[in-house]
Structure formats: structure tokens, C-alpha cells
């Protein structure tokens, strides 16, 4: 009997009346080649993607009946060789940023993206179990963030987001830095968006998707729907998200001439003039008429001829006197 059920399903499957089934149908989107100025503003070349539409309400995990919940969401996305890219506009009626049951995530009102940079579709309960290629990011109403997973682990600290309210919702936009994966032109990703919706102020009691209405993306990567990485358009021209190098103004050279020297004390010949230029540990030249001096010479003449005419004179009287 095993044998016959068996043929049978081998025919059902060759006739194509019977397919295996599967528990997701996963969505597909591209994301553009290109860098973003992480502002929370959309540049020109955000209009180049594809739009994520996020509105798939779950009705099993969380669902109140009597306040359904009314948040939706267009995400897009781009990709450079250090990170994902996306820009978020929501729309949410009754938007609360608060937290008014203390719980540490998930109350106020927020987007998440949940990431597998290994596009496993075949994974359960395997985002935050040491996955490094999966993990969730998320981003608050309130201006916070948050995540799970290997992969936020290993981002969170190049994480960057800017947020800013609008009057029907708010604008997220983000830069998600790889971990696992060198990112290349038509390399996949996998890849899910839940917006979480505070809607009468207590406490979480929504859930909106992109791929599943499940809204499993946060455990199991086989409930995210596949991304397709996609060149740049044609004549694309990346931002300049950092200050030009600039070269410093020229100099000329400096002098090359040697520094003035002050030539060695030489001690001038006997009998020379002083020049008035006092060597150091030199006693200053005495400027009082001496011996070196015309005027000093002619005393000394004078002084010789006065003596031998008194010595003259002496030597007369004295011979008169005998």
C-alpha cells in the first residue's frame, strides 16, 4: 500500500496537480546600488526604487477586535559595499511615543527590520540563536532604538538612524551595517518589515507586515521575503558624505643662507688702535692720553728734556761752587 501512495504522489508531483507546500510565499523587491544621506529626507534617488508596501494587519498574535489597527508603511531600499539603506514613511492615526507600562521594547510605537544576509528560507527560531546573519533592528517613534540577533549585536555600534514626526505618522531612515555578507550585484538577501502599533496608548496591540501576515520575521528567517541587489542607474552619482581632503596653502621654501656669525676675537698687534669692539672677558680700552698715544709720546720727550736741563744746570753749580 505504501508503495501504490507513493507512485501515486510521484505522478501528482510530474503532472504539476500537486506542488510541496510551502509555509511562505516570499515577496521579492530589488534594492538600488547607491549611498544615502542618512537625514531622514528623501534624495532623488530614493524615487528609483522599489516601494515595500507594509500593510498585511496580523490577526493572530496580537489583534484587538475593537481597535483594529490602522498603520501602514512604504519602505525602500538601497545598498552600498558597508551598508543597507531604508527609508520608511508611516502612516499611523494614533501615534504614541510613550511608554506607560515600563516595558524595556515593543510598547511605543516603532518600525523593525528583520534581516537574513543568508536568504535561508528554510530557518525556524534561528534569528536570534547565534545566527550572525540574522538579527532585527529597530527604530522607535520616540526617537530609540533597539534590536536582537548576532547580526544587531555586530551592528549596533554602526547602526545609524534619523527619525522625524510628521503630522500622520513619522519618517524613519536608516543605515544597517553588513556583517556576513561582501554585497554584490545580484546577490539576495532576506529581508521582512514589521511595524509595531501602539494604538490606544497602553501597550503594543498591533502588528503590520510586508511579506507575512504571520508576522514571524523577528524568529524565523523562512518568513522574510527575498531582496535582490541591483546595480546603480545609469549616470548615478554617489554623495559626498565626507569634508574634500584639501592640500595645505604653499610655502616657500625657507632661506638657505647661513645665520650671521660673529667672526672670532682676534687681539689687535702692539701699538694699534682699539676699534671700541670689546671681546668678551676683555677689560675696555682706556681712553686717557698714554704711551701708545701721539700726545702721551710727546710728554714723555719733554718730560727727558726737562730732566737732563735740570741735571745740566745741577752740574754747573755745582762745579762753581768748588
Known amino acids: 500500500m505504501k508503495k501504490t501512495w507513493g507512485i501515486l504522489l510521484s505522478l501528482l508531483l510530474a503532472a504539476g496537480m500537486m506542488r510541496p507546500c510551502l509555509a511562505y510565499e516570499p515577496k ?6 547607491a549611498t544615502a544621506i542618512v537625514d531622514a529626507e528623501m534624495e532623488e534617488i530614493w524615487q528609483q526604487t522599489d516601494v515595500l508596501k507594509v500593510e498585511l494587519v496580523n490577526k493572530t498574535i496580537i489583534y484587538q477586535p475593537d481597535h ?10 538601497l545598498w552600498d559595499e558597508r551598508y543597507l539603506y531604508v527609508f520608511a514613511v508611516v502612516r499611523d492615526p494614533t501615534l504614541f511615543t ?4 515600563g516595558s524595556s521594547a515593543f510598547i511605543a ?3 523593525e527590520f528583520q534581516i537574513d ?3 535561508d528560507k528554510s530557518g525556524k527560531n534561528n534569528v536570534g540563536a547565534g545566527n550572525p546573519a540574522a538579527g532585527s533592528f529597530q527604530i522607535f517613534a520616540d526617537g530609540s532604538k533597539s534590536g536582537f540577533g548576532a547580526l544587531y549585536t555586530a551592528g549596533a555600534s554602526g547602526f545609524r538612524y534619523a527619525i522625524a514626526e510628521e503630522e500622520d505618522g513619522y519618517t524613519a531612515e536608516a543605515a544597517i551595517p553588513w556583517n556576513t555578507l561582501a554585497p554584490k550585484v545580484g546577490g539576495q538577501i532576506g529581508f521582512e518589515i514589521q511595524i509595531n502599533d501602539n494604538i490606544t496608548g497602553q501597550t503594543r496591540e498591533g502588528l503590520v507586515s510586508w ?3 504571520a508576522c514571524l520575521g523577528w524568529q524565523d528567517t523562512e518568513a522574510m521575503g527575498t531582496i535582490t541587489l541591483v546595480d546603480s542607474p545609469e549616470g548615478y552619482v554617489p554623495p559626498v558624505t565626507e569634508p574634500p581632503a584639501t592640500e595645505l596653502p604653499a610655502t616657500e621654501p625657507p632661506a638657505t643662507e647661513p645665520p650671521a656669525t660673529e667672526a672670532p676675537a682676534t687681539e689687535a698687534p702692539s701699538g694699534a ?8 672677558g676683555s677689560t675696555p680700552a682706556s681712553t686717557e692720553p698714554g704711551e701708545n698715544s701721539p700726545n702721551g709720546t710727546l710728554t714723555a720727550v719733554l718730560i727727558v728734556a726737562a730732566v ?3 741735571a745740566a744746570v745741577v752740574t754747573v753749580l755745582v762745579r762753581k761752587k768748588k
Not at 273 to 280: K, R
Open 98 to 101: 510613550g511608554n506607560e507600562l
Open 211 to 213: 511579506n507575512s501576515d
Open 117 to 119: 544576509e543568508g536568504n
Open 308 to 310: 737732563v736741563v735740570v
Open 273 to 280: 688702535l682699539s676699534t671700541g669692539t670689546q671681546q668678551p
Open 28 to 33: 521579492t523587491a530589488e534594492a538600488v546600488k
Open 68 to 77: 483594529p489597527s490602522q498603520a501602514t508603511a512604504e519602505v525602500r531600499l
Open 109 to 111: 510605537d516603532g518600525i
